[in-house]
Each structure stands twice: as structure tokens, then as C-alpha cells.
């Protein structure tokens, strides 16, 4: 990215910036992981220093893999025949899969705004920044409650909550990465 490009968010330093395009990129590549076959959501904790401390993707529980359906809540009137009773989400197992003692202060970068259950756990967890791609369920009762509970802790807790804005930039990123150049 040129020197000179402007920022999409003006608040943001350039670091920040590009920090966000790379740390995105990395949860977008572990969405690719998810066995969903609707919606792959990817999530990477950072921490304050810059380093990757957790990584997750929405997947079934450990040991259950192929043994839940994943079929959607409009496909069967038993919600027991339906993933949302079962799947981990990939906030969830960033939190759990964490590498370091805690996530405090930490930024969650999460390609699906985070429903109401991410929403208590990443507040409970300390986490500080929420960075996330799509709210493509923003009409959704469990997203409206997430920005709720996001919103109303981000005054004792400091909690920033921001949408990505540069899709291009991690196109790019991805597209420059020539593995076997020299
Ligand atoms: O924050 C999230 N994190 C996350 O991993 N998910 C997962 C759960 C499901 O596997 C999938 C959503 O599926 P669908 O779009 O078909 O409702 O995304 C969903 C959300 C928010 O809804």
C-alpha cells in the first residue's frame, strides 16, 4: 500500500491499519477451514504486542465431527436437527484455543459480527477491540442483542467495536503471495 494512500478510516493509524488487512486475512484464511457449508467464519486474537495469540473457525465440537447435521433452523422444525444447537463458533474456539494465559486486551478479529453468545464471552473474556467483516445477520435477534451488550459494556470496559472497510487491501494481500518466488 502506497504511503500516500488514504486511510478508509481516518481514524486509524497506518499500523492499525495494516494490521487489520493482514490479521483479517488470517481469519478469513481459517474460515476456509469451517465444514459449514453456508457460512465459514474465521476469528484471530491479537494481542497488544502484535503477536497472533488465538485462532478458530465454526466447526463442530471436538469428537462430534459428522455427527450433528448442519442444517439450518429453516430446513427443520426440531431445532435438535439443526446446527445451532451444536456448533462451536469460531470465536468461541479462538478464545479456547488461546496460546497465551488470558486474551486480556486483546483485539478479536472475526469475518461474521459476533452473535450474543460471542458477544458475553468476548466481554467476559477481556477482550478490548472487536474487528469484524460481515453483519450480514444484523436483522437477527442474536446480533441485535450482541450489539447491545457490546455497546452497553464498551463504557466500563473500553470495548471498541469497528466494521473492516478494506476488502480490496486483503484481496491484494492474497493475491501477492507467490510462495515459491524466490
Ligand atoms: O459470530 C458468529 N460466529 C460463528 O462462528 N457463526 C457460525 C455459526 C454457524 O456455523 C454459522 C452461521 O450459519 P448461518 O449463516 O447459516 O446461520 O456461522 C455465527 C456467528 C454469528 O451469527
Wanted: hydrophobic share 35%; with cysteine; glycine share 6%.
Amino acid at each position: 500500500m502506497a504511503s500516500n494512500t488514504k486511510l478508509p478510516q481516518d481514524n486509524l493509524t497506518r499500523r492499525q491499519y495494516k494490521d487489520d488487512v493482514y490479521f483479517m486475512s488470517v481469519a478469513l484464511m481459517f474460515a476456509k477451514k469451517s465444514p459449514d457449508p453456508s457460512t465459514q467464519v474465521g476469528a484471530c486474537i491479537v494481542n497488544e504486542g502484535g503477536e497472533i495469540v488465538g485462532v478458530g473457525f465454526n466447526k463442530m465440537p471436538d469428537g462430534c465431527e459428522g455427527k450433528f447435521p448442519w442444517k439450518h433452523d429453516t430446513e427443520d422444525e426440531d431445532p435438535l436437527n439443526t446446527k445451532g444447537m451444536y456448533v462451536c463458533h469460531a470465536e468461541l474456539n479462538a478464545i479456547v484455543n488461546k496460546t497465551s494465559v488470558d486474551v486480556k486486551g486483546c483485539t478479536i478479529y472475526v469475518t461474521l459480527f459476533p452473535c450474543n453468545e460471542c458477544a458475553k464471552l468476548i466481554v467476559q473474556s477481556g477482550i478490548k477491540n472487536v474487528v469484524y467483516l460481515s453483519n450480514k445477520h444484523k436483522e437477527r435477534n442474536g446480533t441485535k442483542a450482541a450489539f447491545r451488550i457490546l455497546d452497553e459494556a464498551s463504557t466500563p470496559k473500553n470495548i471498541i467495536c469497528r466494521q473492516f472497510e478494506s476488502k480490496q487491501d486483503v484481496r491484494d494481500l492474497l493475491d501477492s503471495i507467490d510462495p515459491f518466488a524466490e
